[in-house]
């Protein structure tokens, strides 16, 4: 049968509650109520063929319409006249008249009271945050036990904008030093409705950059290099695995006239000695940390990454910053000889990448549109042999 039940009626609103447009009501009376719930009855034919369970059903939805003991739907009932059974009374429509009807039909009232707590406290606190309320109640509920502390933290910040100080320094009654780390997520949606537009560098946004969008200091990005010379070692003898902030890199202006930048750490470890160079432990998409090295373009640059489709891409957004940085085994016929040691990429980059040069293209294209097998064929460069590898740089050596 698929006559409406009240149980059908009661999951239309429970739809509605999931959409959170039944919380929503909480923040601003809207014109959802009194709401018309879609009611199905039976046809012309199926009155008169199965008169007795229409009866059935009909009894049933009446007595699910409770509003004259207290909560519940409404019924507007419908006279329908047959030739067979002559007149009867059936229902025609369905509604819901107040919010309070619907939370109780579906068992919600103690939630509505939870969310109705913050509305208030929010109303008389942060006004510009019941538009965000009224967008996402549900989030809001689910945050209910921390929301009283995030309002403290919105309001903080209020007062002392762009502080300059790092998240754990915030010294707030009983907020812990990880608090806001671990709601960057919401605290940026509140903080954008809070803060006057001079207090948000709206040119940065996402978790990652929380820090600076609001003025807070961010954990200083390290740069890790090797100096592959042993005649330019920086302190004293013996191999170095030095790391230094973005800020000092930038200022150092090495010797070396030719710098390798790899994104495998044992890689990184395991170069030779190497003349007049080297090596930076790379960061996949992340090269900001070298961007204001401008101490590099005056330089031999290699970059050697995964022959896949994202190491191409890192490579495409390297020169970005550095327009004349060269690919290091990073070639088809590399590729080719270590077939046993493909594996399959699983999430490869589609779009173009405009700064590949013609031979790099190639094998990118190759890669993306599967044209060498079935798969997405990737070879990781920690499988490349090291004897491949020292062959290369002995290349580089006789250039």
Known sequence: MTWTTPADLRSQLQRLWEKGRLLACVVAVGDLFPLRLMLKGPSSTELSDRFDEVRTWSRALQQGAVKDKGHGYRLVLREVRHRVIGSNALPDEAWVDTLDDALQLIGKQ????????LVAGTRAGHPPLLPWLQAYPLRALALAEEWPRLLDVVAWLQVHPRPGIYLRQVDLPGIHSKFIEEHRAVLSELLDHSLQAAAIDTSV?????????YGFRSKPVRVRFRVLDPRQQLLGSGDQDLSVTHDCFAQLDLAASRILITE????FLAFPPM??????FGAGYGFDMLAQAHWLQHKTVHYWGDIDTHGFAILDQLRGHFGHVESFLMDHATLMDHRPQWTEELQPVLRDLSRLDADERALFDALRWKRLGDRQVRLEQERIGFRRIEHALESLRNR
């Open 110 to 117: 103690r939630e509505a009271q939870t969310f109705g707590r």
């Open 275 to 280: 003349a007049d160079s080297l090596v930076i």
């Open 264 to 267: 495998n750490e044992i890689n």
């Open 205 to 213: 946004s996402g978790i990652a950059n929380f820090a600076q969008r």
